[in-house]
């Protein structure tokens, strides 16, 4: 069921969980991938790559992230909301 946020969406209480789940097992510090284990991280790759265009392609097109499988369309909102709410961390 798709979780209902009110207020502004945040890093640490909407989007962390869902990075940390999905992204980190790939993207973190031991690897050759762009790391997403904070918030400065996460933030940079919103801004300066192309994670929001990877999240939101469609299973089996190049580039697609996470290489496991497209994330619920809920988790990918939840991400555009928070960019479009300012990319707040609290």
């Known amino acids: 069921e798709p979780e209902v946020i009110t ?49 939101q392609r469609q299973n089996g097109t190049p580039g697609q992230m996470p290489k496991a499988g497209r994330m619920s369309q809920d988790k990918i909102n939840t991400i555009l909301q928070w960019s479009t709410d300012g990319l707040l961390e609290n």
């Open 7 to 55: 207020g502004p969406v945040t890093y640490n209480a909407n989007v962390k969980s869902i990075i940390d789940a999905n992204c980190i097992a790939c993207h973190n510090s031991e690897s050759q991938l762009i790391p997403l284990e904070t918030y400065a991280q996460v933030k940079d790759a919103t801004l300066n790559t192309n994670l929001i265009d990877r999240i």
